[in-house]
């Protein structure tokens, strides 16, 4: 079993920055797949981006270019590094991992363990 506790977010102007970090439980962090999703109020969840331990990352259209996936195994810790924020990028977001690999950025179905969110306001 893994725990994820996500923290860094916050409540942000249109344009800035939010680097959000998810300290994982486990010490093997470089043999599980992980990523982050988000819930705006109203919307289904969706995946934000997705990290393969061989260190392939996808990113959703929507974040493309402003977003940045990094992994610290030193710190058992995702980062999701945030720029250019807009206020359609607001809602809670879960880091996710799975020890199977994900078909793109993997559904609401297919990750395993999922943190307890850390909220983004943009406005």
């Known amino acids: 079993h893994v725990q994820l506790v996500e923290s860094g977010g916050g409540s942000v102007q249109a344009g800035g920055s939010l680097t959000l970090s998810c300290v994982a439980s486990?010490?093997?962090?470089?043999?599980?797949?992980m990523g982050w999703f988000r819930q705006a109020p109203g919307k289904e969840r969706e995946g934000v981006a997705a990290?393969?331990?061989?260190?392939?990352?996808t990113y959703a259209d929507s974040v493309k270019g402003r977003f940045t996936l990094a992994r610290e195994t030193a710190k058992n810790t995702l980062y999701l590094q945030m720029t250019n924020l807009k206020p359609e990028d607001s809602g809670t977001y879960y880091c996710?991992?799975?020890?199977?690999?994900?078909?793109?950025?993997?559904?609401?179905?297919?990750?395993?363990?999922w943190g307890q969110g850390t909220q983004v306001t943009v406005s």
């Open positions: 990290n393969d331990i061989d260190g392939s990352t």
């Open positions: 486990t010490a093997t962090i470089n043999t599980y797949y």
């Open positions: 996710v991992a799975d020890p199977y690999p994900q078909y793109d950025l993997g559904t609401t179905q297919s990750w395993t363990y």
